[in-house]
């Protein structure tokens, strides 16, 4: 599954379009190079971005793109948000990228698909309307690559998914992957998973998220070989803690399903569960050490409006993002 008139002041100098500034300017987070939707072309734009160079955009950018370089950043004009309205994909050449302040919406899926190394989505938007998965980590991975140190912070994926919800249709979906981090993001009201491991998700870290009211929470799992997969994979290593899982819909807020080899060192720890279709925990299956998790009403201070922050007094205080 493969895959903004933007303004930069310097040395007084107003730059439109695909106009560079200084290389100094990169070290401080400020635009080098600067596109405007309907200025120029967004796949060129990237291509030629450079080791250091960080790349701004402004407005809302019809079409897909691929990233296959690397060392370089991607973002919103500051004071503004920049939307991609197709879907992106970094290939198993794109290393040390980070895509910051954007909104990435696409009518095709994945929303996102990352088999690159070092990737870092950061405070950023993926949607699709409920069209199907947003985020794929090492997605296709026996074709595409093993995705290696993916990084999800602080971002808000949401409302992906066909509906009547399909199985299938996941907001975080980490398929071939080492070392993925999801932290301090919102995700919800997604078809199926908040976040899914499987079948060969390796030492991720899934930290301090608010996971609510998707189909089922997060799931441990793995395939036998056969079909898609030529060989059999378990996800192993994977540490869920200090979230808030919650208002799953469909199934539990945390499981275990192990269609080929049992997982092995993973850990639900110290996580905040309530109100999940068919509870808040099936690891019967095994594969999974469940540690001090709390099952108490979070109490959101406005979840109808997203307003997922804990109301003073808690029983989750610590859990969610910080």
């Not at 955009?57 to 500051?78: A, D, E, N, Q, Y």
């Not at 996102?112 to 199907?132: A, C, K, Q, W």
């Not at 993973?266 to 050490?289: I, S």
């Not at 099952?295 to 910080?322: E, H, I, T, Y």
Request: hydrophobic share 40%; aromatic share 6%.
């Amino acid at each position: 599954m493969p895959p903004a008139a933007v303004v930069a002041v310097a040395a007084g100098v107003l730059l439109l379009g695909g106009g560079h500034v200084p290389a100094a300017a990169a070290a401080s987070g400020k635009c080098t190079r600067t596109l405007a939707a309907g200025s120029g072309n967004l796949q060129r734009f990237v291509r030629r971005l450079h080791r250091g160079d960080v790349g701004c955009l402004r407005g809302t950018f019809h079409t897909s793109l691929s990233i296959h370089g690397g060392g370089f950043r991607l973002k919103s004009v500051p004071g503004a948000r920049a939307t991609i309205d197709g879907v992106v994909f970094l290939a198993s050449s794109s290393h040390d990228v980070v895509l910051a302040h954007l909104r990435f919406r696409s009518n095709d899926t994945p929303t996102l698909r990352v088999n690159g190394r070092r990737i870092t989505i950061r405070g950023s938007e993926v949607t699709n309307d409920h069209r199907g998965i947003c985020v794929s980590i090492g997605g296709g991975f026996e074709r595409w690559g093993i995705a290696r140190g993916v990084a999800l912070q602080w971002d808000r994926i949401h409302d992906c998914g066909r509906l009547p919800a399909t199985n299938h249709d996941h907001g975080v979906y980490v398929e071939g992957a080492v070392g993925t981090v999801v932290s301090d993001s919102l995700i919800y009201d997604n078809a199926d998973r908040g976040i899914q491991f499987f079948p060969n998700a390796q030492r991720s870290v899934v930290t301090n998220n608010v996971i609510d009211g998707n189909g089922e929470g997060v799931i441990f799992s793995s395939e036998s070989a056969g079909g898609e997969y030529s060989a059999a994979y378990a996800s192993n290593n994977n540490l869920v803690t200090r979230n808030v899982i919650s208002n799953s819909l469909v199934r539990y807020n945390l499981e275990a399903w192990w269609g080929g080899p049992v997982g092995i060192g993973n850990v639900a720890k110290a996580n905040c569960l309530w109100n999940g279709a068919q509870g808040n925990l099936d690891l019967a299956a095994g594969g999974v050490l469940a540690i001090a998790n709390v099952v108490a009403n979070p109490g959101f201070v406005d979840r109808g409006a997203k307003d997922f922050q804990l109301n003073a007094g808690s029983p989750c205080a610590g859990m969610g993002p910080r």
